[in-house]
């Protein structure tokens, strides 16, 4: 392995360590007390990533590829389950996929390091027939339809279908039954090559474990040569949304709605990206989250349920806000969205809400270190979009009234809304 | 792990658990009354009312700017059923003080939110606003009609009503749409007086150490409860049935359900729940278990199965979400796997499932809010105290047979069927 990096809080005391090895894998390892241990190893390949160079040539991959194949690495060389594995020690395993990564992971409370080396295997080593990638289509076709009516998830992807014109964030994880089907264990063979090397894989660790141990492991279950990773392609996005308008019929109880504002990454260094994301998150929860007047008041008018909710997503490649919701008057509930962020711009963002919702990102930073597995998943995604966990409080300290004000006048642009609502037949 | 518990009063429980390792602070206040379907609704109805204000911060806003102050401590306010009782809860999780950076004192800010949320509500004129009660009829009524949106949770909550739909004293979370509106400001304000003036009740609170502030609140909470006997009937026995129910509903959904209620035969108030929460483990409460592994896996007849004990009630519901075109199959084999279950259990079966359990239950130690409400739920119920360590060590305990023969007592009662409608 390469030389451990420590990183330290003293402020919070807190630590972790990273380094990177022989292999090409990351490993950052945090070292605890808590009763359980935690280990979630992530490919940097996702829902988005359909299309890619690799070897010298251009792939395009069907929709719910990521999450199929996600499925199928728990196949193991005999035909058996990496389930059955993981229970013989006690761990409890799981995996998901996400737009930008797919995840497995396992919690142990003893005999950590066996489990570590089934984690290893079973997501480095596939093992899948035609028969079986078939009997998975059937489950994931069935997993598919449960999304496709809710009505709450079919209205976030119709105003993903606003936003975006063919960034491939606009699909649902899992694809659709049309594009699963086309799936094969080819498709599946060649993304584990072109996304699964170690090059392309972190691995996160908390517990209160040994680290030369894991190092000891990895030499044994990682391949020290790497095969090259992929190259992702995603298409240039125009700087709107490309439909403002969405509306759906479907049964339902109520209407559903999702605002949207669509933004523009790309051009920014991972240093700005992630600033302008924590300040775009703390002003979408002081202005529009579940503490705030916004969402009091419609919620005290009867005009929305409790489950209302704003979120701000990101990666390289794209960005959008969500305003998510239920409500008879879904309609009334955009105009009034857009008439506050007229008067935000108009009067300016007051400094002492600013440092209320801080506290609010700081208080739900402190609490995500209460357990080797929140700690883990604190790391991985910090890691991922490219900053230390630990700097996160001097971060929040940098998000000023000034600058905070300057990303909402420039992020809250017309052209960029876009609306969909779900209503019931 | 420190532990300490005592009774305030007349049926008022306290109990302070610490370890240095948590980062926050959890109570709960944790209110006993019987169950039914007017409780149920006036349970949840007033849960939401009162987090919604209190006299001191008369506002959802006020109230919600004073928990931000507090580095965003959560209120909650909720009702569950525990076995036959309607119990609703009283909850504030906040970040510790050695993590407050301008010397806000969070602690107690936190328990003094949570206290004046209890005992001094915004009134007008001595009852509940009517406004107030009106917008959170309003919500709880959306939120009951908005569970068909998911069938999954749709037949769930159906398959209980069936279940115990001749026993007065059950009722799903928050009662039924007619229930709720029935109720208004005087009848809900009456209703709340009546919990703090007779109902038991349990606080429990948890943080990194002793501090004074808790035993202060629980003490000054104590001084305006009543206390009281249990109203719930937890050792009571569900109306029994003879031949297998049956029912068939249709939603406009291609996803179906499939619902298998079962009665465990046990004594709820026997404290043996251990070895029917194993049984459960292998039979259906993992990715192994034989519910997955044959009807998920190896047939693919459905996309999520599992089964949940109902342990107050002495009642399992093992439950299958499929394809309208699958459930007939899936249902045949669910049964087929539980007369399975009766023959044999192997050693690998039981140690897999006992380490799966007891790993599941040891890691959770680590949650703060977990170890509330796992002593929480025990108190309520009248088990005795156990931790989390003495529980797994009874799970250790239980043998093959023993398995075997929780499986024999389980009688299937009804089933519950949600298929897609017809021509629609």
Redesign the interface.
């Known amino acids: 392995m390469s030389e451990i990096v420590l990183r330290e809080n003293k402020k919070?005391g807190e630590k972790y360590c990273v380094f990177r090895h022989k292999s090409g894998l990351t490993v950052l390892f945090s070292p605890n007390?808590?009763?359980?241990s935690f280990a979630i190893l992530s490919s940097k390949f996702g829902s988005a990533d359909t299309e890619f160079s690799y070897g010298g040539k251009t792939y395009k991959v069907p929709q719910g590829t990521a999450h199929f194949l996600e499925h199928k690495l728990f196949e193991t060389e005999d035909g058996g389950?990496a389930?059955?594995l993981f229970?013989?020690?006690?761990?409890?395993?799981n995996a998901y996929t996400s737009s930008s990564v797919t995840s497995y992971l396992f919690?142990?409370?003893?005999d950590f390091y066996v489990s570590l080396e089934i984690l290893l295997d079973f997501v480095i080593h596939p093992h899948f027939t035609e028969d079986s990638v078939e009997?998975e289509r059937?489950?994931i076709e069935?997993?598919l339809?449960?999304y496709e009516?809710?009505?709450?998830n079919r209205c976030f992807f119709e105003l993903m279908r606003c936003l975006y014109k063919s960034h491939p964030v606009r699909e649902d994880i899992g694809g659709t039954a049309a594009s699963v089907a086309e799936i094969t264990p080819d498709t599946l063979y060649l993304c584990h090559k072109a996304f699964y090397d170690p090059e392309n894989i972190i691995l996160v660790i908390a517990g209160n474990l040994d680290i030369e141990k894991i190092g000891d492991i990895i030499d044994k279950k990682v391949p020290a040569i790497s095969g090259g990773v992929a190259e992702k392609i995603y298409p240039k996005e125009p700087d709107r949304a490309v439909k403002k308008l969405s509306r759906t019929k479907m049964?339902?109880?109520?209407p559903f709605f999702a605002f949207g504002v669509k933004d523009a990454v790309s051009d920014l260094s991972d240093t700005e990206r992630n600033k302008r994301a924590l300040a775009i998150s703390i002003l979408a929860d002081m202005y529009f989250g579940?503490?705030?007047?916004f969402f009091?008041?419609l919620?005290?008018e009867?005009l929305v349920?409790?489950d209302f909710s704003a979120e701000y997503a990101y990666s390289s490649s794209y960005g959008h806000l969500t305003i998510t919701g239920?409500g008879r008057k879904p309609f009334t509930v955009k105009k009034r969205i857009e008439k506050y962020v007229k008067k935000i711009k108009e009067s300016g963002i007051n400094a002492e809400d600013l440092e209320?919702?801080k506290?609010?990102f700081?208080?739900?930073f402190?609490?995500s270190?209460?357990?080797?597995a929140s700690y883990a998943y604190e790391l991985l995604y910090c890691y991922l979009e490219g900053h230390d966990p630990l700097n996160y409080p001097d971060e929040l300290k940098s998000i000023t009234p000034e600058y905070a004000y300057g990303v909402f006048k420039s992020f809250f642009d017309e052209k960029r809304f876009a609306f969909s609502v779900i209503e019931p037949f | 792990m420190d532990y300490k518990r005592e009774i305030l009063k007349n049926g008022i429980g306290f109990t302070l658990i610490t370890d240095e390792?948590?980062?926050?602070d959890v109570t709960y206040a944790a209110f006993k009354r019987g169950n039914g379907v007017k409780n149920a609704a006036y349970s949840l109805l007033l849960a939401g009312v009162l987090s919604?204000s209190c006299e001191k911060y008369p506002?959802?806003?006020k109230l919600?700017?004073r928990?931000?102050?507090l580095?965003?401590a959560q209120l909650d306010c909720d009702s569950r059923s525990v076995g036959l009782a309607s119990v609703p809860i009283f909850h504030i999780r906040s970040?510790n003080n050695r993590?407050s950076?301008d010397g806000t004192d969070i602690r107690k800010g936190a328990l003094d939110v949570l206290y004046d949320t209890i005992t001094a509500p915004k009134t007008e004129n001595g009852v509940f606003s009517k406004?107030d009660v009106r917008?959170e009829k309003?919500?709880l009524i959306?939120?009951i009609?908005?569970?068909?949106?998911?069938?999954?949770a749709y037949a769930d909550r159906r398959c209980l009503s069936f279940l115990f739909k001749d026993d007065p004293r059950f009722s799903p979370r928050g009662g039924t749409v007619e229930a709720i509106e029935e109720a208004d400001a005087s009848s809900l304000t009456e209703y709340y007086r009546d919990m703090l003036a007779k109902s038991p009740a349990e606080i429990v609170c948890v943080s990194d150490g002793y501090h004074p502030e808790f035993e202060k609140f629980a003490s000054d909470l104590a001084e305006k409860l009543g206390g009281g006997a249990n109203e719930s009937e937890d050792g009571g026995k569900i109306i029994a049935r003879g031949d297998i129910a049956r029912m068939t509903e249709t939603l406009?959904?291609?996803?179906g359900a499939v619902r298998i209620l079962c009665d465990t035969g046990d004594d709820p108030s026997s404290d043996r729940g251990y070895v029917l929460n194993l049984f459960n483990e292998i039979f259906a409460g993992?990715?192994?278990s034989r519910l997955f592994?044959n009807v998920?896996?190896k047939l693919?007849l459905?996309?999520s199965c599992g089964a949940d004990r109902y342990g107050g009630l002495h009642k399992l519901v093992i439950r299958a979400?499929?394809?309208s075109a699958n459930l007939a199959a899936c249902e045949a084999e669910i049964l087929r796997q539980l007369e399975l279950m009766k023959e044999k259990v192997s050693e690998k079966e039981l140690e897999?499932g006992k380490?799966?359990l007891?790993?599941?239950l040891?890691?959770s130690?680590?949650?703060?809010n977990s170890t509330a409400l796992w002593y929480l739920i025990r108190t309520l119920r009248g088990l005795e105290p156990l931790s989390r360590e003495e529980y797994a060590e009874k799970v250790n305990s239980v043998t093959a047979e023993e398995i075997t023969r929780a499986a024999e007592n389980i009688k299937v009662e009804a089933v519950y069927t949600l298929k897609e409608a017809e021509n629609e």
Not at chain 1, 369 to 372: A, K, P
Not at chain 2, 21 to 24: A, H, I, R
Not at chain 2, 252 to 255: E, F, G, K
């Open positions: 919070i007390s808590y009763s359980g389950d389930f059955d229970a013989k020690y006690g761990a409890s395993a919690s142990s409370l003893s009997r059937k489950i069935e997993e339809l449960s009516e809710s009505p709450s049964f339902s109880s109520m579940q503490s705030s007047e009091t008041s919620y005290e009867g349920t409790g239920a209320l919702s506290k609010i700081y208080s739900g402190i609490g270190l209460q357990s080797s | 390792k948590f980062k926050t919604r506002s959802l806003y919600n700017r928990l931000d102050a580095y965003d970040l993590y950076y406004s917008g309003l919500q959306d939120h009609n908005g569970i068909k949106d998911d069938p999954c406009r959904s291609r996803q993992s990715a192994v592994k998920r896996e693919s459905c996309y979400d499929a394809e897999e380490r799966s007891c790993e599941a040891l890691s130690a680590d949650s703060p």
